[in-house]
């Protein structure tokens, strides 16, 4: 399972953060400010996942990916796959790269809203939904769609009860 997801710039910002289970918010402070300070410390050549202790005490099992000024860190459990989730976050930053043509920290900044739908496409309450980029692609495309015919709908709606003699 997947206890959260963070990603954090070279500064130690967080640019996404989602916990899947319970945890106070200073408590999530911390932990992104330990997860920032781990992946941080890795030299170039070690590997991408790291075991410590989280700075409650518990037991964290970090895998994480840098592109560029971004490090995408997940926090998983035993019995999940770290190559899964290696895989998983590459999968995640092309589909990423496809919605935002080359994704960058400000889309992250800027379109909160549609980097966690595509988050949300991939995991469902700290587990692995999906994995196919093209379905996710596909659901994004389709609640545009949506979005889009609610949205003129309403604006005509809206536009013809001010009509005269609408009512």
């Known amino acids: 399972m997947i206890k959260f997801v963070v990603v954090v710039n070279n500064h ?3 640019r996404l953060t989602k916990f899947y289970e319970y945890m106070p918010e200073d ?9 920032f300070q781990l992946v941080t410390r890795r030299a170039e050549g070690q590997c ?5 202790t989280g700075p409650d005490g518990e037991y964290m099992r970090l895998v994480f990916r840098n592109y560029a000024t971004l ?9 999940e796959s770290q190559l899964g989730i290696l895989d998983l976050i590459q999968v995640f930053v092309e589909t990423l790269d496809r919605c935002f043509e080359n994704v960058c920290e400000l889309d992250l900044i800027f379109h909160m809203d549609r980097v966690n739908y595509v988050l949300d496409e991939f995991i469902v309450g700290g587990l692995v ?10 659901a994004l495309q389709a609640a545009k769609l949506e979005e889009r ?3 003129s709908s309403s604006a005509v709606a809206a536009f013809s009860s001010i009509l005269p003699g609408s009512n």
């Open 48 to 52: 991408n996942t790291i075991e410590a």
């Open 71 to 79: 490090y995408f860190v997940f926090c998983v459990d035993e019995a």
């Open 27 to 35: 408590m999530q402070q911390r932990v992104i400010q330990t997860c």
């Open 129 to 138: 939904a999906e994995t196919s980029m093209r379905e996710v692609l596909d």
């Open 12 to 14: 130690g910002k967080p």
């Open 149 to 151: 015919a609610y949205s």
